[in-house]
């Protein structure tokens, strides 16, 4: 597997920004090719980003995904286009819709339709570039799950980002976006051979997001029933969207993503939400020395 191949995604604010930081420079060691992270209510995502570009000499960075709720079209074009001129152009900005209950509940915006609310985002910020006199060829790409909002990747962006997907959905997404986007896939894994143990952690790491719409409605698509997604979720679903096992077993996982048609998987380790409380990133640190590009076969 070559190092482009290979990225990881991690939430710094669930790590800790010291400890993010150096998650990241761990990663960069490795030769994983792009740092994503998510933007949540506690923090601002062009600010990671320019914080990670600092303390990251050649590793690409990536928001995965930046909230188009957070911040105006003038703003997003703006911050993607200036993280590039000062970092030598490693800087990604993955843009999505979020979810209601955080747009409404946290922000205080109106939820509008996904689809055409992020077709008038993209096109006000390319017609705002424009008109500065600026590159209209932003390096920006979509958080898409959905038929028409892949589509709208390979139309109006650079690519798709999807998140919380199998590879089936992965073939999905290639088809929709076309042969000439990029596709970045993100893929949650656990280095763990017992059952029982990995989908414990899968089920802690997966909870918030059984109640999300926009998830539900594309687990639904990919085959999952009403009893896979409800309550804690099946075994089969855990095992869908979790990587377990050991190594070969992971990397199986990442080579069918990759079989697929994506042209990078973002590796999300997960762990125990308690160890992370307590400030101890080992098991993250040593899944990247594991999974790393050069040991991938």
Request: charged share 20%; net charge negative; glycine share 8%.
């Amino acid at each position: 597997m070559l190092s482009k191949q290979l990225g990881i995604w991690q939430s710094l604010d669930r790590l800790g920004y010291d400890n993010g930081f150096i998650v990241a420079k761990k990663a960069e060691m490795l030769n994983y090719d792009t740092f994503w992270y998510p933007e949540s209510a506690v923090s601002e995502s062009m600010v990671l980003g320019a914080a990670l570009l600092h303390r990251l000499e050649r590793m690409n960075v990536g928001s995965s995904i930046a909230n188009i709720y957070a911040r105006d079209p003038a703003a997003a074009g703006n911050g993607v286009r200036t993280l590039n001129e000062i970092s030598g152009g490693r800087f990604t900005l993955g843009l999505g819709v979020s979810h209601a209950p955080v747009v409404q509940g946290t922000r205080g915006h109106v939820y509008e339709k996904p689809l055409p609310a992020m077709r008038m985002y993209l096109e006000a910020i390319y017609a705002i570039q424009h008109k500065l006199g600026q590159s209209t060829n932003l390096p920006i790409m979509l958080g898409a799950l959905g038929p028409k909002m892949l589509e709208l990747s390979g139309e109006l962006a650079q690519g798709a980002l999807p998140y919380n997907v199998t590879p089936d959905h992965t073939v999905l997404a290639r088809q929709k976006i076309g042969p000439n986007r990029r596709l970045v896939v993100e893929q949650k894994v656990a280095l763990v051979t017992d059952p029982s143990e990995a989908r414990r952690l899968a089920r802690m790491e997966l909870n918030r997001y059984l109640t999300l719409p926009n998830y539900r409605n594309n687990w639904l698509r990919l085959g999952y029933t009403q009893d896979d997604v409800s309550g804690d979720g099946s075994d089969r679903f855990m095992d869908g969207m979790v990587a377990w096992g050991n190594e070969d077993a992971i990397n199986a996982r990442i080579q069918e993503h990759l079989d697929a048609g994506a042209d990078q998987v973002a590796i999300q380790p997960i762990m125990d939400h308690a160890v992370i409380e307590k400030g101890d990133i080992t098991p993250i640190l040593s899944s990247l020395e594991a999974l790393a590009p050069e040991k991938a076969h």
